[in-house]
C-alpha cells in the first residue's frame, strides 16, 4: 500500500526528532565528560563528531518534510510498514536505548555489572593458548608480554598504572612463578569474594573495556587481608600494597595479593582501563 504525502511527511519528521536526539545527547555526554563512561578512548573521536552529521540528516529531513511537501521521501520502491503497531515497534527499537541513556545516571560501572558479568580472575588480554605455548614459540603477544615483565621485576614496588594495568597483570600472571614475594601496588573497586567463605578475602576489581562498555570485561585480583572485620561500601575504591602470592582456585593456579596496606581512595575521573598497544613506552615514559 503506496504512503500518503501526509503519512510520509509524518515519517520524516519522527526520523529527523529521533537523528537530533541522538545529536544532542552525544552533544551533552561530550561537554558533560562522560562519554568515557560508555565507549574507549580510541573511539571518543569517532563518535563525538558524527553529532555534526547526525545533526545535518535530522535538518535535511525536517526541510524535505515541511517544505517540499508534494515529492516522496525517496525513489524507492520500499516503505514503512502501514500498522500502526509495526512503526511503534521500529521507532521504539531506536527510542529505548536513547532514552535509558536520558534517564539513567551516567555513572561507572560497579559491582552490580560484576554480579551479572561475573568476575574474572585473570587478565582478559592473556589466555591459555599464550601460557601454553610461550614456552616453546612465543608469539610477537607474548614476547611484549615477556619484556614488560623485565622491566616490571626490577622494581622495588611494582606500581599497576592504570594506563597498563591489564598488560601489567598479564605479564606477572604469565610468569607468576618468578614474581612470588614480589612487592605490588594497585587499586580498583572492591568487590565481595564470591569464592571464598573467608570474611578477610575480597577482590581488587577493574573494568577492562575494548571498544565500549557492552564488550567490558570485570577482572581483578584476589586480595588476602589480616583484618577479617575489614569492611568496605559497595563499590568503594581503594588502593592495596601488598606481597604477591598464588593461590588455587577453580583447579587453576592465579596471582593474589597478601595484603600489608590498604586505604580507601577518591574514585578516578576514568575509572576503567583500556588496552594499550605500546605497554613498554607507556612504562617508559611513565617512570622516566
Known amino acids: 500500500m503506496k504512503e500518503t504525502p501526509r503519512a510520509q511527511r509524518r ?13 544532542l545527547f552525544i552533544a551533552h555526554l ?3 565528560g562522560t562519554l568515557h563512561y560508555y565507549i574507549a578512548p580510541k573511539m571518543e573521536p569517532w563518535i563525538r563528531y ?14 524535505q518534510a515541511l517544505l517540499n511537501r508534494d515529492s516522496t521521501a525517496c525513489g524507492c520502491e520500499h516503505h514503512s510498514p502501514s500498522s500502526k503497531l509495526k512503526n511503534t515497534a521500529v521507532y521504539a527499537l531506536f527510542l529505548f536505548p536513547l532514552l535509558l541513556g536520558i534517564f539513567l545516571p551516567d555513572h561507572a560501572m560497579g559491582s552490580m555489572a560484576a554480579d551479572k ?15 601454553n605455548d610461550i614456552f616453546i614459540s612465543p608469539d610477537k603477544y607474548n614476547t611484549e608480554f ?26 606477572i600472571e604469565l610468569f607468576k612463578e618468578k614474581f612470588k614475594g614480589k612487592t605490588i601496588k594497585l587499586s580498583g573497586f572492591a568487590y565481595d569474594d564470591p569464592g571464598s567463605d573467608n570474611r578477610g578475602v575480597f577482590i581488587v576489581g577493574r573494568f577492562l573495556v575494548q571498544c565500549c562498555t557492552a564488550d ?3 577482572f581483578g585480583v584476589v586480595v588476602h587481608s589480616a ?5 568496605f561500601e559497595r563499590d568503594a575504591w581503594i588502593e592495596v600494597q601488598g606481597t604477591l602470592q598464588t593461590i588455587i582456585r577453580d583447579g587453576r593456579e592465579i596471582i593474589a595479593v597478601s595484603a600489608e596496606e590498604i586505604r580507601e581512595i577518591p574514585r578516578p575521573d576514568t575509572p ?4 594499550n598497544d605500546h605497554p613498554l613506552e607507556a612504562w617508559d615514559s611513565d617512570i622516566n
Open 30 to 32: 561530550s561537554k558533560s
Open 227 to 231: 583484618q577479617p572485620s575489614l569492611r
Open 272 to 275: 576503567y582501563v583500556y588496552p
Open 117 to 131: 558479568k561475573g568476575m574474572l580472575l585473570t587478565s582478559p588480554l592473556l589466555n591459555s593458548e599464550h601460557l
Open 216 to 218: 567490558a570485561y570485570p
Open 146 to 171: 615477556a619484556e614488560l615483565a623485565k622491566k616490571l621485576y626490577p622494581a622495588e614496588v611494582i606500581e599497576v598504572k592504570p594506563e597498563i594495568f591489564s598488560e601489567t597483570i598479564g605479564a
Open 50 to 63: 558524527s553529532a555534526i552529521p547526525l545533526a545535518i540528516m535530522s535538518l535535511c529531513l525536517a526541510c
Open 11 to 23: 515519517q520524516q519528521l519522527a526520523k529527523s526528532f529521533i537523528l537530533l536526539a541522538f545529536a
